[in-house]
C-alpha cells in the first residue's frame, strides 16, 4: 500500500485502496506523504482519528526520520476560543447562571497557558457547555483582519502553521465546508495543497452532500435577533426601532415555519407552489423582516465592525430561503425535518459526484481515498461512480487475520423476515440465546431507534448481564463504561457502527437486527433511486444494495481488531441466505467461517 501511495503522490495520480483493519493502512499513507516533498492534507473521519495521527502516529514516525516532519492539525471555528469575545465579555455581561459562570472561570484561567485555543485541551468542559459557544471563534460573528486580535487570534495561528507545514491533518466536515467556501467565496482556512488523502472515504459522499446543499432552521432566526440584540447592546446603539425589527423578525419566522407542521421526522418537500399560494404572505413577512434589519444596520453611522459579520448573515439567510422557497434547480432534493422545537430547510444535491469531480478530482494532481470499507464484491465500481472519480488506480490490500479460525458469522434460519410484526419478540429471544452463550461482551446494533428501545426492554429483562443503551449518556461515556464493565451488553444504532474500537475479550460478539438497507422513504435515498431509476437504471443493484453492503461491513469490523481477537457475528436478517442479492453482502464480507446452528456457536464460544 505504501508503494502504491508513493507512486500515486509522485506520478499525479488518484488512487483507491480497500486496506483491512490491522494492515497499518495509517502508516502506509504517511510514510510516502512525509517523503514526497508535497504539501499534503489527510482528511479523517472523525476528532478522535484526528487526534490519533497528531499526537501518536506522527510523533513516532517522527523518531524515524532525521529530518523534522513539519506537520499540523485544523479543525472547524467552532472548536477555538475567539480571544476578542472572551475579552469583550469582561466588560460586557454575557453569561447566564452559575455554571456558565463556573465554565467562563476554567476558560480565562486557560487562555493565557494554551498555544492552540483548541477545546480538546479542556478536558474538565463538559460537553454541554453553553458558556463555550458564546466564547468560540464561529465565522458569524467574526470580524477578520480588522478585529484588535487579529494577530494573536488562534485561528490565524492555525493557518500560519499550516502555511510552515507539509503535513496538515483535517477533518472530513472540515475539508468539504473549507471546499465549498472557496467555491462560492473564494477563500477558505486551508492553504493550497498539493495532494489529500482521505482516510474512512467510504463517508465522503454523504459529508460533502451536507457542505453542497443549502440550509435553513428556524433557530438560525432566533440566534440572528438574540446576536444583533447581544451586540447593539453591548455597543449602547440600541432604539427602539431597531427592537421593534428584531421583534418582528422572530414573530414573522415563528408564523411562517409553524405552517410546515408539527410532525418529528424528515419528509421530502415538493409543494413549494402551492405553499406560496396559500401562504405568500408569511413568506414575503419574513423576507421582508430581514430586509429591514439589513437596511437599518447599514444606516447606522459609525457601525461598530462586529455588526458586518450580521449583516451578511441575514443577507445569507434571505438567499437560502428563497432559494429553498423558490426552486429552479432540479439537480437538488428539497426536504424538512421537525427535530424538538425546531424545523429545518434543507436542499442536498441529489448527485455529489459531477460536483466533486468538478471541485477536486479535475483540480488536485493526487487524491488517495482509503478505507477498510470501500469493495463491493471485490471492486470499487459503487465508489468510483458515487464519487465520480475517473481513471483512478485501485488495490485491495487484505487483512491478515486468519478470519475462518477467529470469527464465525451465525445466521439463523428459524427467524421470521424482519418486516414481520412478529419479528421484534422473535429476535429478542434469539438474542437472549446468543448472550447467554457470549456471556454478554456483546454490541446489539440496530437500523432504528425505534426497533432498538423495543428489543431493549425486551431483552434487559431476560438476561442477569449490566446493559447499557444509546442515548442514556454522551457516546465517549457509554463505551468506556462498555469497556470497564466486565460482560456487559450495549445497544446502540448507526453511529456505533463504525470508528468504535474494543479490542480483546470485552467485545466477543457483534449481533445486526437487520441487513442495513438505507431507509427507502428518506427524502435524500428517495431522490437518488429516483434518479438512477430515470437514468435507466437498477436502483436496488446499483445503490442499495451496495451501500448496504458498505454498511454492515462496518458493522462487523468492530469485532476483530487483532489477531487474539475471537468472536461470533450474528445477523437476524436471514434475507442474506434467501434472496439472491444476499451473495454480494457475502461476496464483500471477510472470509469468516459460516453456520446455521446455534450449537455450533455454542462449541465456538466453549473452545
Known sequence: MAEAVESALAEGKHLIVEAGTGTGKTLAYLVP?????????????????????????????????????????????SNYLCRQRLYASEREPILDGLEEVADYQVIRDWEPKTETGDR?????????????????????LCTGQKCQQFERCFLTLMRQRALESDIIVVNHHLFF????????????????????IFDEAHEIEDVAGQYF?????????????????????????????????????????????????????????????????QNAEAYADTLASLELLVAHLRLIHDMPEELGPLVRRAEEMRGTLQFWMEP???????????????????????DVATKLREMLFDEVDSIVLTSATLAVSGGFDFAEKRLGLRYARTLIVPSHFDYQAQALLYVPQHLPDPRSPVFPSRASEEIVRLLKL??????????????????????SLEIEYETLMQGTGPRS???????STPNCVLFATSSFWQGVDVPGDQLSCVIIDKLPFAVPSDPVVEARVRRIREDGGEPFYEYQIPQAAIALKQGFGRLIRARSDRGVLAILDNRITKQRYGQVFFDSLPDYGFTTKLEEVESFFNV
Request: net charge neutral; aromatic share 12%; glycine share 8%.
Open 33 to 77: 506523504a512525509i517523503l514526497s516533498g508535497k504539501r499534503v492534507i489527510v482528511s479523517t473521519g472523525t476528532k478522535n482519528l484526528q487526534e490519533q495521527l497528531f499526537y501518536k502516529d506522527i510523533p513516532f514516525l517522527q523518531k524515524h526520520f532525521k529530518q523534522p516532519v513539519r506537520a499540523c492539525y485544523m479543525k472547524g471555528r
Open 120 to 140: 480538546a485541551e479542556l478536558r474538565t468542559l463538559p460537553e454541554s457547555s453553553t458558556a463555550w459557544s458564546k466564547l468560540d471563534a464561529r465565522r458569524d
Open 177 to 196: 465546508a473549507d471546499l465549498a467556501v472557496k467555491h462560492n467565496e473564494g477563500e477558505g482556512i486551508i492553504p493550497e495543497y498539493d495532494a489529500v
Open 213 to 277: 446543499g443549502m440550509g435553513i432552521s428556524s433557530y438560525q432566526f432566533e440566534e440572528l435577533v438574540r446576536d444583533v440584540s447581544a451586540v447593539t447592546g453591548r455597543k449602547q446603539i440600541s432604539t427602539a426601532e431597531l427592537d421593534r425589527i428584531l421583534m418582528s423578525i422572530g414573530d414573522h419566522a415563528a408564523m411562517f415555519f409553524s405552517l410546515f407542521g408539527e410532525g418529528e421526522g424528515r419528509r421530502g418537500f415538493t409543494g413549494q407552489s402551492a405553499f406560496l399560494n
Open 328 to 350: 429552479d434547480d432540479p439537480t437538488f432534493v428539497y426536504w424538512l425535518e421537525r427535530r424538538g422545537r425546531g424545523c429545518f430547510l434543507q436542499a442536498t444535491p441529489i
Open 438 to 459: 457470549s456471556q454478554g461482551r456483546a454490541f446489539v446494533l440496530f437500523t432504528s431507534y425505534q426497533q432498538m428501545r423495543v428489543i431493549y426492554d425486551r431483552v
Open 477 to 483: 461515556a457509554l463505551l468506556e463504561e462498555f469497556r
